[in-house]
């Protein structure tokens, strides 16, 4: 079975600029959940979305935004780039809210100048 | 959700047991302490989780003092594929699954 699938795997964007993350869910998986991990650091929630609502949300600026589609893909939006915004983006899966076991992609690793 | 100490490094010798200590003083009754490891340019894996009874599973053991306020993974004979980040994460019951990651301990095995 496939596990979780994110693209593009690498993206270089300028401040002030947008960018668009997406995810892939085990299949049978319908929730989703985004991190962000910085260089040095463990990875740090941004949301998480169950069966198309967002059940979480961490600390982070209105800049930030997500969506999960009838098929259980999600995307992240970034908008107004900083260069702070420089990170490896997580997306994981689980079965639902409950599960013990989130199943975790490769990450997005997002540059910007 | 509770907070946590882990040591920032440890080594261990291949084919040895590692056992990778974690503190959470403050934990409360109801959360469960997960473990994760992140290999190198890797996302997260799941490894175990517990309560208060010792676990076991194929990847690792986990142990729970009986008191809750420390735990200890335990990989009874590390390889060199287990290098990596360690995170002990406590985490309710009643939460909807936002892992909070601390800094971890970096395990190298030697070989």
């Known amino acids: 079975d496939a596990g979780v699938t994110q693209s593009p795997t690498h993206l270089i964007k300028t401040r002030g600029q947008h960018v668009t993350l997406r995810c892939s869910p085990i299949s049978g998986h319908k929730s989703v959940s985004w991190y962000q991990q910085v260089l040095g650091q463990g990875p740090q929630f941004i949301f998480q979305y169950y069966e198309k609502e967002e059940r979480g949300r961490g600390n982070f600026p209105d800049r930030f935004s997500a969506r999960q589609f009838p098929n259980y893909s999600s995307e992240l939006n970034v908008n107004a780039l900083l260069l702070g915004d420089s990170a490896l983006y997580l997306c994981?899966?689980?079965?639902?809210?409950?599960?013990?076991?989130?199943?975790f992609g490769p990450g997005t690793r997002l540059t910007v100048l | 959700d509770a907070k946590t100490t882990q040591p920032p490094s440890m080594d261990c010798a291949e084919g040895r047991a590692a056992n990778l200590p974690c503190n959470h003083s403050?934990?409360?009754?109801?959360?469960?302490v997960y473990w994760y490891r992140q290999i190198h340019s890797q996302g997260p894996q799941y490894i175990i989780h517990?309560?208060?009874n010792n676990e076991t599973n194929e990847m690792a053991s986990l142990i729970i003092t009986e008191d809750r306020k420390s735990s200890t993974l335990i990989l009874p004979h590390a390889t060199l594929r287990d290098t990596a980040v360690y995170y002990c994460i406590p985490l309710s019951s009643g939460s909807a699954r936002q892992l909070t990651f601390g800094s971890g301990t970096q395990l190298t095995v030697l070989p």
């Open positions: 517990g309560l208060k």
């Open positions: 994981a899966s689980s079965r639902d809210t409950k599960s013990h076991e989130q199943f």
């Open positions: 403050t934990i409360s009754g109801n959360e469960y």
